[in-house]
């Protein structure tokens, strides 16, 4: 009977924790970044986290001490309404917290190049359920495409939103790439504001001195571009080379995002001190 349960009232974060091995620590990954959105979320479904983010950190890391994984680990904090009563009203319901974290590789499997189909499910908009916010209900839309996506042969799908621009994957951020430069959609089409799409930017422009257009894509564009990859906190940064059974580019991993990617993974295995303040390092118990 948790009102979570029956309404899909609750907000979460994705965070990815990495080892390594040569310092013995997990790197867990823009943190405080995730605790300060995960409070933003709260705040659309009338939430509030029982500590502060910064606190919210500390226990973390205490969690990831604890369970002493020596590997890769995906962590999920959750907020969420845990009144056991009917009816979807949000107020006068009392919140409950949790943290779990577990080993993860991969979620994204085909690293060498994925085939997205575009969905016939569009995402949903803002002023629908708030597509700026991690709420747990809103991932229906995101299980419906990626299960048609599937089962029609895709490895993954590409959602438009209302107004048929694309919008982002079932769950990850989307890029495409022509005439050397970045394209993303705008916040404003319905999309997560990501962390890992945020970290691209910011690595694209102040490593590769690659600049980001952010605007609304049409569909015909990821058939017409020059690479396509998608991104997230599971996902990483993972190409996509086909997309509606058309190549995209020269159907192979395209040369920004080869830079990207492997950038990004020395940023988050700790590997370039410039980005050490995005990382939270927690020794092995």
Aim: with cysteine; aromatic share 10%.
């Amino acid at each position: 009977m948790t009102h979570t349960f029956l309404y899909g009232t609750g907000a979460f974060e994705g965070i990815r924790g990495y080892w390594d091995d040569r310092s013995g620590r997990m790197n867990i990954f823009r943190l405080h970044d995730h605790f300060q959105r995960l409070d933003r979320s709260a705040r659309v479904l009338r939430s509030t986290l029982p500590d502060s983010v910064d606190r919210l950190c500390e226990i973390t890391a205490e969690l990831c001490r604890r369970n002493n994984d020596h590997e890769d680990v995906y962590i999920r904090p959750q907020v969420y309404k845990a009144d056991e009563v009917i009816g979807p009203e949000l107020i006068h319901r009392t919140d409950a917290f949790f943290i779990f974290s577990l080993p993860f590789g991969k979620y994204l499997e085909k690293t060498t190049g994925m085939h997205c189909g575009t969905s016939s499910w569009r995402r949903v908009q803002d002023n629908m359920i708030p597509a700026r916010a991690k709420v747990t209900g809103i991932y229906v839309n995101s299980s419906l495409a990626r299960t048609e996506a599937m089962e029609n042969g895709f490895d993954e799908a590409i959602m438009l939103n209302a107004n048929g621009y694309v919008g982002e994957g079932s769950s990850e951020n989307l890029f495409i790439v022509r005439d050397g430069k970045l394209v993303t959609p705008s916040d404003s089409d319905d999309i997560l504001e990501g962390i890992t799409r945020k970290t691209v930017m910011e690595l694209a422009h102040a490593e590769l001195g690659v600049e980001t257009e952010v605007r609304h894509i049409g569909r015909t564009e990821l058939y017409t571009a020059d690479e396509c990859f998608l991104c997230g906190t599971g996902a990483e940064i993972t190409p996509v080379t086909k997309v509606d059974h058309r190549e995209v580019g020269s159907g192979q991993v395209g040369e920004l995002t080869t830079r990207l990617r492997d950038l990004f993974f020395e940023v988050v295995r700790g590997r370039c001190p410039k980005y050490s303040d995005w990382l939270y390092p927690v020794n092995a118990a």
